[in-house]
């Protein structure tokens, strides 16, 4: 059984939206916080937001306006919703979760450090 399993991707027009989901198992979904990273064509991995246990969210610059992430706790489910989506947001797209600090929840998020449990990424393409 995966830890985390992502859904949700496929193909859509500029300008449309898309809701991925993120299935937890039950001890990756109570980690400290979870995550949601991106890998365009040719480039590599990077951070799109984070949330942690308490609901408070972080979504990054690129996505700030356009992308909303949420959690249901009675369905271990993370999700990332991003609308007016363009060819840039073209991406595998992963969650990941693990631990943090009473004081810092997504510490590991802001400092760079690998997560404990990672999804196998759902593809999203977006045509002109």
């Known amino acids: 059984q995966e830890n985390l399993m992502e859904s949700g991707g496929g193909s859509v027009q500029t300008g449309g939206s898309l809701t991925l989901a993120c299935q937890a198992s039950?001890?990756?979904?109570?980690?400290?916080?979870m995550a949601w990273f991106r890998q365009r064509p040719g480039y590599g991995r990077e951070p799109i937001g984070n949330?942690?246990?308490?609901?408070?969210?972080d979504v990054e610059v690129a996505l700030r306006g356009r992308g909303t992430i949420s959690r249901d706790d009675a369905g271990n489910t993370l999700y990332l919703r991003i609308n007016d989506l363009t060819p840039d947001d073209t991406a595998t797209y992963y969650c990941?979760?693990?631990?943090?600090?009473?004081?810092?929840?997504?510490?590991?998020?802001?400092?760079?450090?690998?997560?404990?449990?990672w999804g196998k990424g759902t593809q999203v393409t977006v045509s002109s």
């Open positions: 949330i942690d246990r308490s609901g408070h969210t």
């Open positions: 990941a979760a693990g631990a943090g600090t009473v004081i810092s929840p997504c510490e590991a998020y802001y400092i760079g450090q690998d997560f404990q449990f």
């Open positions: 039950v001890t990756a979904y109570n980690s400290d916080c």
